[in-house]
C-alpha cells in the first residue's frame, strides 16, 4: 500500500528513456514502479488492452491533448489539468464523468521525479472529480521531438436525468452566469513564462466543475440551458461561438466581469485583454433571466462556484456579434481572435 | 487596481462627456497620433459616445503600422539564417512582408521568438554564445531607451553575439509630414502620452507654433482621453493654438533625461521610409557607427532590394486622415484581418483593424 504522500518508490533509474515507451520490460518496470497502485481502480487493475465498461442509457465521450508550458505552475500541474479539463468538458454536456482513458507522450530525459509529481497530481484530481483512469499507454519520443511531456484524456460519462443542454434553446434575454473570477489560469502561467512577481502569486484555477454541475441539474435540470467552460480563447471566444451557433448577440458588461486584482494588474502589465485569456476552473451557464438570481445564489453558496456572477444576456439587437459595454458607458465588439493573443508593443 | 480604476471612473467620465458635448458648435477634425490611444478610444468605446461633430482620425502612431514592408523583409531573411535566433514584439509576428510573415516564417523552421524586453534578448545572446541573436528594435520614443540600453548591457556584459534590428520612428517629423501634405484636414491633436514621458515636450512648441494648431499631450485612460479631447475642443471653439498637458502625472517639459541619454549615445537621427508615407527626412533613428557591431543591418551586411508597398492598400491616406477605414474599397472583403493587404489591419492598434472589428456597431449606429 502507497503511503499518503506517496513518496517517489526506489527505482533503478531516475529519467524516462526511449526504452520506457517500448512496451517491454522497461515499460512495465515504469509501470510498476507505482503508477497502477497510485491510479488503481477495479478496471485498471486488470491490466488488460482496454477496459470492459457498464454503461446505462446517454453518454457523453470527450477527448483532450495537454500540451502546456510550463508543466508546473503555481495551483497544479499538467497532470491535474489533464484530469480536470476532460472531467469539465464532459460536465458541460450536462454528464456526470465517472470513466477516463490517459495518455502520455514523453520525451526522454524527463527525471522520473518529475513524472512522479505529475502522476500524484492526477491522482488527487481524480479523487476530487470521483472519476477513474481505466486504461492508459505511455510512449517515449527522442530528446527534442516533444515538450517534456504531452497527456491525452479521452473521458465517458452518463448524462444526468434532467440535463437538456443544447446552444438552440438559447433565446433573447437569456442571462448568462459565470462560475467565477476570470483569466486566472492564462495569468498564472504567464507571469511564471514571463517571470512576473505579484505580491501574492496568481493561482490557477484548475478545478473539476462536475460537482457544482451536478448539484445545478438536480435542483434546475432543463432551465440550465447551456453551459460551456472557457479554456482556450477564454470568455470572448466562447461567446463569439454561442452568438455564431444561435444567430443571436451577445452583451457583456465590463463592470461585471468578475476580475482579481492581481489578475487584472498582470493582464494590464502584459498587454493582454482577460476576455481572450484561458480559464480551467469556471463555466459560462445561460438561464432564462426570471431564475438567474436564483441560480446564482445558489451557485455562491457552494464550493466551486461562490463568486459566481452574471455577466451579460443575450439580445436580438446585433445578431452574431459579442459587444462589450465599458466601465464608462460605450460600446465595442468582441471580436473572435484570428490566432493566439499577441501582446502589444506598447 | 489603484492608479488605474481612478481613471476609469464612469460618473467622471460622464462629465467630461457631457462637457465636450456642450462645448461643441461645429465639426473638429482631430487626430489621436498614438495607436495605444486608437486601441484606448475603442476598446473603451469612446468613439460612439463622442458628439457627432468630433470627428478623431488615427494617425500614424502605431509602431506595427508605419514599419515597412522592407524592414519586415529584412527580419524575416535574419530569421532564416541557420545561426540567427530572431526576437520580437509580440504584435510584430503577423505583419505580412512582401512573401510571408514572421509566424509563418518561424512555422517554417525559423527560430523567432516573442519578448517582452530587449534586456531578455541580450541574457538571451549571453546564454546562447554559439548563436546570433538580434532584436527587432521597432518602436518610437517610448521603445528606444529599452531598445538603446540593451545595445550598451551587451557591450558592458562583453555579449558579442546580439545585434538590433533597427527600425526606430519619431512622432514629431511624422505629425510635420501629416501636416505639410496639401490635403490635409487635421484640426488638432493629441500627442502622446508615452512619448512626451520619454521625450518632454519641447520638440511640440515649434509645431504649434508653425501650424498653428491645438496640441494636448494626452494619456491613455479613458479619463485621460475624454479630458484630452476636451481640452483640444474647447482650444478650437475659442481659435486657440496652445501646447497643453493633461497627462501632466507623467510628462515634465523636459522628458526623462536618463532615457534620453541612453537613446542618443546609440542611435543617431536618420531619413526612414514608413509604410503608406514613404520616406521622411529625420524621422528615425540608425544605430551610430560607434555601435556598428550591435547593428544587424552591418553585422550581417543585409542588402535586399526594396520592396514597392501594396498598391491597393490606402493606408497612408487613413493614417493622414484623408479616409476613413471603411472608405478602402477593400475594407473587410479583400483586406481582412485574418488575410491583410496592410499593416494598419493587423495591429489591435491599427485603425484598420479596429473598425473592423467595430463596424456592426458603427452600422447599428448609423442606421
Not at chain 1, 265 to 291: K, M, R, T
Amino acid at each position: 500500500m502507497l503511503s499518503l504522500n506517496c513518496p517517489l518508490p526506489k527505482l533503478n533509474f531516475d529519467t524516462i528513456n526511449l526504452g520506457h515507451g517500448s512496451g517491454g520490460k522497461l515499460t512495465n518496470q515504469l509501470l510498476d514502479s507505482g503508477v497502477f497502485e497510485l491510479l488503481s481502480n477495479e478496471w485498471l487493475d486488470q491490466r488488460h488492452d482496454g477496459a470492459i465498461l457498464e454503461c446505462n442509457g446517454p453518454m457523453a465521450f470527450t477527448t483532450d491533448s495537454f500540451v502546456i508550458n510550463p508543466i508546473f505552475f503555481p495551483g497544479g500541474n499538467i497532470g491535474e489539468l489533464a484530469i480536470n479539463g476532460t472531467v469539465n468538458d464532459l460536465a458541460m454536456c450536462g454528464a456526470i464523468p465517472k470513466y477516463l482513458s490517459l495518455s502520455f507522450i514523453i520525451e526522454e530525459g524527463l527525471p522520473m521525479t518529475e513524472l512522479w509529481e505529475i502522476l500524484l497530481g492526477i491522482r488527487a484530481a481524480c479523487q476530487e472529480a470521483g472519476v477513474y483512469v481505466v486504461t492508459g499507454d505511455t510512449k517515449v519520443v527522442e530528446r527534442g521531438k516533444g515538450d517534456k511531456i504531452f497527456i491525452n484524456t479521452t473521458g465517458l460519462g452518463q448524462l444526468h436525468s434532467s440535463a437538456k443542454i443544447d446552444t438552440q434553446r438559447v433565446a433573447e434575454g437569456d442571462a448568462i452566469l459565470v462560475s467565477g473570477q476570470i483569466a486566472t489560469h492564462g495569468m498564472a502561467i504567464m507571469s511564471v513564462r514571463e517571470g512576473l512577481d505579484f505580491d501574492t502569486e496568481i493561482v490557477s484555477d484548475t478545478q473539476p466543475l462536475n460537482h457544482l454541475v451536478n448539484q445545478l441539474l438536480d435542483q434546475f435540470g432543463s432551465d440550465i440551458k447551456l453551459l460551456r467552460d472557457p479554456t482556450r480563447g477564454g470568455v470572448a471566444t466562447v461567446l463569439n461561438e454561442v452568438a455564431r451557433d444561435t444567430q443571436l448577440g451577445i452583451d457583456i458588461r465590463q463592470r461585471d466581469l468578475p476580475l482579481d486584482n492581481q489578475v487584472a494588474g498582470a493582464c494590464e502589465l502584459l498587454g493582454l485583454d482577460p476576455l481572450y485569456v484561458a480559464n480551467e476552473g469556471v463555466f459560462l451557464a445561460v438561464v432564462d433571466q426570471s431564475i438567474a438570481e436564483e441560480v446564482l445564489s445558489f451557485m455562491q453558496q457552494t464550493q466551486y462556484g461562490s463568486q459566481a456572477t452574471q455577466i451579460g444576456s443575450v439580445t436580438t439587437s446585433h445578431p452574431r456579434q459579442v459587444v462589450q459595454i465599458s466601465a464608462i458607458g460605450g460600446q465595442r465588439i468582441v471580436p473572435m481572435l484570428i490566432g493566439e493573443q499577441l501582446p502589444r508593443i506598447c | 487596481m489603484k492608479y488605474l480604476s481612478e481613471y476609469r471612473d464612469p460618473d467622471v467620465a460622464k462629465k467630461y462627456l457631457e462637457e465636450i458635448h456642450r462645448t461643441v458648435t461645429q465639426p473638429w477634425t482631430i487626430m489621436e497620433v498614438c495607436g495605444g490611444q486608437t486601441h484606448s478610444l475603442v476598446r473603451n468605446g469612446i468613439l460612439n459616445l463622442l458628439p457627432d461633430e468630433v470627428n478623431m482620425v488615427h494617425g500614424p502612431g502605431c509602431p506595427v503600422c508605419v514599419t515597412s514592408l522592407s524592414i519586415i523583409d529584412k527580419a524575416i531573411h535574419l530569421a532564416e539564417q541557420d545561426n540567427v535566433i530572431l526576437c520580437s514584439f509580440g504584435d510584430m509576428m503577423r505583419v505580412p512582408g512582401s512573401g510571408r510573415n514572421l509566424q509563418e516564417t518561424k512555422a517554417a523552421g525559423a527560430d523567432v521568438r516573442i519578448l517582452y524586453s530587449p534586456l531578455e534578448a541580450v541574457n538571451l545572446a549571453a546564454q546562447n554564445p554559439d548563436k546570433e541573436v538580434v532584436f527587432f528594435a521597432v518602436g518610437f520614443e517610448t521603445t528606444a531607451p529599452a531598445n538603446a540600453l540593451s545595445v550598451i548591457h551587451a557591450e558592458r556584459r562583453g555579449v558579442t553575439n546580439y545585434s538590433i534590428l533597427s527600425n526606430h520612428v519619431l512622432v514629431p517629423p511624422a505629425i510635420k509630414a501629416v501636416m505639410d501634405d496639401p490635403e490635409c484636414r487635421i484640426q488638432a491633436f493629441l500627442a502622446a502620452g508615452h512619448v512626451c514621458t520619454i521625450m518632454g515636450t519641447s520638440e511640440y512648441h515649434p509645431l504649434v507654433a508653425q501650424y498653428q494648431i491645438p496640441m494636448v499631450v494626452t494619456g491613455f485612460e479613458p479619463l485621460d482621453l475624454l479630458q484630452g479631447i476636451l481640452m483640444v475642443v474647447k482650444q478650437l471653439e475659442k481659435g486657440e493654438a496652445r501646447l497643453e498637458n493633461q497627462y501632466s502625472r507623467m510628462v515634465k517639459a523636459t522628458g526623462n533625461q536618463a532615457a534620453i541619454s541612453a537613446i542618443e549615445q546609440v542611435f543617431e537621427i536618420t531619413d526612414l521610409i514608413w509604410r503608406g508615407l514613404s520616406e521622411i527626412p529625420d524621422s528615425g533613428l540608425k544605430v551610430r557607427p560607434a555601435y556598428a557591431r550591435f547593428d544587424a543591418i552591418r553585422k550581417f551586411g543585409i542588402n535586399l532590394s526594396p520592396v514597392p508597398e501594396n498598391a491597393e492598400c490606402i493606408s497612408g491616406s487613413i493614417m493622414k486622415g484623408l479616409a476613413k477605414p471603411h472608405d478602402c474599397p477593400n475594407f473587410g472583403t479583400k483586406c481582412k484581418p485574418e488575410r491583410p493587404l496592410g499593416a494598419p489591419m493587423v495591429s489591435s492598434e491599427g485603425a484598420c483593424a479596429a473598425y473592423y472589428h467595430f463596424r456592426a456597431v458603427l452600422e447599428e449606429v448609423a442606421a
